[in-house]
Structures are given as structure tokens and as C-alpha cells.
């Protein structure tokens, strides 16, 4: 095996770049708090919650959620049909980290603001 495709073996494997990655991206972690006070919860009503995701990106969103055993999709045999959603254990583990790190968010906006402020003047 040549460097290359070992280091790249040992990337596709590192729990950050696997995991975090996949429910790190800009509407993942909100969707999850969301259902975390919602669920379980219809389609529709969740994106009425979240009203800036188009329904491709909230749909999109919740299949990596739901791959990544993090969110269940029920569907009832219903005409029409009724699809609801919600967090698997997995997925209610990580609403108190996700609510730390707002936390923290919260704490340090300002001084993150004001020191990106001062980097852009620089």
C-alpha cells in the first residue's frame, strides 16, 4: 500500500472526520434540538419549525440523521401516508452536548464577533 492510500485509510476511520462531520453541518445539530422538543414530529411540521431549510436540505438532513442511527422515520399505513420522526438513543445522547456547546456559543459570541472584527481590519 502506498503512503497515500494508508494516510487515507487512516483519515476515512478517524471518528471526527466520520461522525462529527456528518451531523456537524449547518441545519443537522438544529434538527436534532428540534426534534429533541418536538418529537415525535411530521415532515412538514418540522420544517415549519426550522422556516429558513427548503424541504430538499431538511429531507437530505434527516436520511444522514436516519443513516447515521441518529434519527427514526416511522411510516403509518395511512392514505395518505404519515411519516413521523424522532431521535434514537443515540441521538438523545447528543442533545446535551449539542446544548453545551450552544452554551458555550452563547457565552463567547461577542468576543468571537469582536476578535473576527479585528482579524478582517488586520
Known sequence: MRKKEQLNSIIEICPVRNV???????????????????????????????????????????????ADGLVNRKVYQEVPPRVEYSLTES?????????????????????IIAHRNQFNKD
Open 91 to 111: 441521538g438523545k445522547s447528543l442533545v446535551p452536548i449539542i446544548i453545551k456547546l450552544t452554551e458555550w456559543a452563547q457565552a463567547n459570541m461577542k468576543s
Open 20 to 66: 462529527i462531520a456528518r451531523f456537524g453541518n449547518k441545519w443537522a445539530l438544529l434538527v436534532i434540538l428540534v426534534l429533541s422538543e418536538n418529537e415525535p414530529i411530521r415532515f412538514n411540521e418540522l420544517g415549519r419549525k426550522i422556516p429558513d431549510i427548503s424541504s430538499r436540505v431538511l429531507s437530505s438532513t434527516l436520511r444522514t440523521l436516519e
